[in-house]
């Protein structure tokens, strides 16, 4: 069966770095085309890669407007990579009988995210939100380990973003707030989305933002508590992103997670984007794989896993516990087993949705001062 042509809107980093990497390992897509505004340069010898995809891409189309992009009948998946036209451009692609990738945030509101599942399902083409975080080394090693039920029933949970002064965030400079920008849109989409796979919907909403540059109305450090009614009733979880914590990025908490049974608590970040900047292939029997350093640390009533040892004064059982291997190239497999298996799809537009609504929640509980 032939591959499926893909068009990418966008040649910024976000394409070159979230997804052209792990496109192309796949050999069921083909980079087919591109939407870029800028000229192509008539002189391709001497541009650096990186500035124009007809210059790393030669064989793919180049288009310069929307209507000429998705008027090309030979797109047959559309990877919405542009900032700020999410919505318009995944719509005028399904539209256009094409499906659909939509780098985060899916939506700025949940109306939004509502009219895309709308024309998901009146045309019948995919729409999945890139929440490749899910594919994160720590995040599937997290899920498989409450899954087996070794840490008992979830009381509480906290999950950590942090970094320390990114240069990306400090281009944040509007002094007027704009729904839509900030740390709750960027790296909150990511925790947010996690802690919603793990526990689903919650009760209410708690949250305060803070921009600590103090250049912008625009959220660069924010706490959102997450508390859970029915059987979850026992359970808060917290989701929490800092632009102020000077620690190296193996020592920064990551997860603490306590439960009846045991506890969890990890360190460091998946390694998969840092092994791409090592030139490290995504197709690499090595590349998402944590060095033992930062696998986190798992205490439990009875022993788990071999690499646990049995404290003499507690009793408890306490080691390491394996990192999971991350995969972002899953992220595209799942997309094709959708599209041409028509399985399931791995990432739901509804659960994007709920994690675009969290935040709509988390930012009306910091007008107000209130739970929502």
């Not at 919907?201 to 660069?220: F, H, I």
């Not at 049974?261 to 292939?281: N, S, V, W």
């Not at 929640?361 to 910091?366: G, I, K, P, R, V």
Request: glycine fraction near 8%; proline fraction near 5%; aromatic fraction near 10%.
């Amino acid at each position: 069966m032939a591959p499926i042509k893909v068009g990418l809107i966008g040649y910024g980093f976000s394409t070159k770095c979230f997804h052209l990497p792990f496109i192309t390992p796949n050999k069921d897509l083909e980079v087919y085309a591109f939407l870029q505004r800028a000229e192509a340069p008539a002189e391709k010898s001497g541009v650096e890669k990186g500035k124009h995809c007809t210059v790393d891409y030669p064989s793919a189309k180049h288009y310069r407007t929307p209507e000429d992009f998705f008027g090309d009948k030979g797109i047959e998946l559309v990877v919405v990579c542009s900032g700020g036209l999410h919505t318009e451009f995944a719509e005028q692609a399904m539209m256009a009988g094409k499906h659909v990738v939509v780098e985060k945030p899916f939506t700025i509101t949940s109306e939004q995210s509502d009219s895309l599942i709308k024309t998901a399902k009146e045309t019948g083409k995919v729409c999945t939100p890139f929440q490749n975080r899910r594919y994160d080394s720590d995040f599937l090693t997290l899920e498989s380990l409450i899954a087996t039920g070794a840490l008992g029933e979830i009381t509480d949970f906290t999950t950590h973003y942090d970094v320390d002064y990114p240069d990306w965030a400090l281009k944040w400079t509007e002094k007027e707030f704009i729904q839509g920008q900030g740390m709750l849109y960027g790296l909150g989409t990511h925790s947010i989305d996690q802690t919603l796979l793990l526990f689903g919907q919650p009760k209410s909403v708690w949250a305060t933002t803070r921009s600590l540059r103090g250049e912008t109305a625009n959220d660069d450090t924010f706490t959102v508590v997450l508390q859970y009614g029915g059987d979850k009733k026992n359970l808060v979880a917290t989701v929490k992103t800092t632009i102020v914590s000077s620690l190296p990025t193996e020592r920064q908490l990551k997860y603490f997670v306590r439960g009846r049974d045991g506890t969890f608590m990890k360190h460091g970040e998946d390694p998969q984007i840092d092994h791409l900047f090592a030139d490290m292939p995504a197709d690499d029997p090595k590349f998402g794989v944590e060095p033992e350093s930062t696998y986190g640390e798992l205490w439990t009533k009875k022993q788990v896993v071999d690499t646990q040892s049995q404290d003499a004064t507690t009793k408890l059982w306490g080691g390491k516990y394996k990192s999971q291997q991350g995969f972002y190239v899953h992220f595209y497999r799942d997309v094709v087993a959708s599209i041409k298996d028509g399985k399931p799809q791995a990432i739901k537009p509804e659960e994007s949705r709920m994690g675009i609504r969290v935040i709509e929640m988390a930012l009306e509980s910091n007008r107000t001062g209130q739970v929502v």
